[in-house]
């Protein structure tokens, strides 16, 4: 083990955790994590708890037991899964981790492997004496199966291990680059998330023969005029408290800024943006609305018969403040009564949108780091559209941000697109960057008094 702190070991583990290629397609027998629990082991020399619930499908965690029992406790819990990638879309192999230009490309180079090198060689540090260690337990959880819900991964922690991640604060995803606006700069973090309210859609009817379709319910065109409709008709708006806190942080023109924090005109403001950055455009649209997408449609068996069934997957994501009985109003309002009657909604997943407090220790912690990295302690609280395994944490009130510390080699929107998408990559520096930032925000955890 060196006796230094050398950040260049995280862009070393990110390239080796890329390459271990932890593809999670959904299906339980993909993932195998276990090769990049054992990329970790080795790297830390120490063996952890591994938790391994469907073989392959492992997670490991650390405790460093802290010197003052009463002290608040700090979990860092990154995942080791990544979504898959298309070979052919890309500059690089996906899975090569090629470093280039300054850059590490590869599936996971953002999401978020870059934050899992960074947490991991931060937790060597601090096993090794290379940091000041605070009073409380620092738990290291790196885990399974993030991009497919987390029931191998944290889910499976929180609800049958809850002994092994027992904690008071959670840092995890997501992470992004300094915004600029006219006061100065300020710090993403990610405190909030939407609440996937997902529904199976199914529509019945009469089956008979193709050959004479009169006077008969076809289930599939029934279903069809159903999306066809959600489809065509606007998502409902929301100005949430929490897009009013953070919207001003975007350094937008002053005019768009005004009109995306009014309902009405929220609409408008998202098609101007959409002009000249689709994807920034399409994230306000996530921050501002309850999206309604419908992605799967199964219905019919054969070419001539008239079917009896058909479903549709909708993946349905609800703001802070609204529930099931909003996306009920809805689609009773879009569909009309007749139509929504003749079609049953079944949850496939029923959770509302879930955010953190702005404020308290480890709030004060990530602010100290940023004035101590940045030069300001502004922090844009942020919600991300997506799920992340936050939301455990979240659920038992516990408060978990995301943040991490970018060069300026990717914009905010530029990022956005990475996530999931083609040429993901990351600059060396943001990940030498993320990984002094983490380890200061530790330190100025452990040195805050009082408040717990
Ligand atoms: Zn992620």
């Keep these: 083990m060196s006796d230094e702190r050398h950040t260049s070991e995280a862009i070393d583990l990110l390239v080796a955790l890329i390459r271990n290629a932890c593809v999670n397609t959904g299906d339980p027998t993909s993932g195998n994590e ?5 990329t970790v082991q ?66 996971g180079a953002v999401d978020m492997l870059n934050l899992t090198s960074a947490m991991v060689v ?30 191998l991964g944290a889910r499976n922690l929180v609800d049958n291990h809850w002994d092994l991640v027992t904690c008071d604060y959670v840092l995890t995803e997501v992470a992004g680059p300094t915004l600029t606006t006219s006061d100065g700069v300020a710090l993403p973090v990610t405190v909030a998330e939407k609440g996937p309210m997902w529904r199976k859609a199914t529509a019945t009817g009469t089956p008979g023969h193709g050959s004479q ?15 066809v409709k959600i489809a065509g008709s606007d998502q409902p708006v929301r100005v949430t408290e929490q897009w009013l806190l953070f919207v001003d942080y975007l350094g937008l023109d002053s005019d768009v800024t005004k009109m995306l924090k009014d309902p009405d005109s929220v609409d408008s403001a998202i098609e101007t943006v959409s002009e000249y950055d ?10 501002t609305h309850m999206t309604l997408s419908t ?60 955010q953190s407090v702005t404020s308290g220790r480890l709030w004060n912690a990530i602010g100290a780091a940023a004035e101590h990295h940045l030069g300001t302690s502004r922090l844009a609280p942020i919600m991300t559209p997506v799920t992340t395994d936050a939301r455990f944490f979240r659920e038992r009130g516990i408060p978990s941000y995301g943040v991490g510390l970018f060069d300026d080699t990717a914009t905010f ?40």
């Design 42 to 107: 080795e790297y830390l020399g120490m063996e952890g708890t591994v938790v391994e619930p469907v073989p392959g499908r492992a997670s490991v965690v650390y405790r460093l037991k802290g010197f003052d029992p009463s002290a608040p406790a700090l979990l860092m819990i990154p995942h080791l899964d990544v979504v898959p990638a298309d070979d052919a879309e890309w500059t690089h192999d996906p899975f090569g981790a090629v470093r280039a230009d300054g850059f590490i490309w590869g599936r």
């Design 34 to 38: 276990i090769r990049s629990v054992r």
């Design 295 to 354: 992605n799967v449609v199964e219905g019919g068996t054969k070419i001539n018969m008239i079917p009896d069934t058909a479903h549709a997957d909708i993946d349905i994501r609800l703001l802070p403040g609204q529930d099931a009985s909003d996306v009920d109003d809805h689609l009773r309002k879009v569909l009309g009564p007749d139509l929504f009657d003749e079609i049953t909604f079944v949850p496939v997943l029923d959770m509302t949108a879930n």
């Design 122 to 151: 931060v937790f060597k540090w601090l096993t090794a004496g290379l940091m000041a260690q605070p009073p409380g337990d620092i738990i290291l959880a790196c885990v399974a199966d993030e991009e497919a819900g987390g029931v």
């Design 413 to 452: 929107s530029q990022m956005l697109a990475m996530f999931h998408g083609i040429d993901e990559r990351v600059s060396e520096v943001s990940v030498q960057r993320t990984t002094e930032f983490l380890a200061t925000v530790i330190e100025a955890f452990g040195s805050q008094r009082g408040e717990s």
């Design 213 to 227: 379709p009169y006077g008969r319910d076809n289930a599939v065109e029934t279903l069809g005029r159903a999306i």
């Design 278 to 287: 689709i994807a920034l455009a399409r994230w306000i649209h996530a921050c």
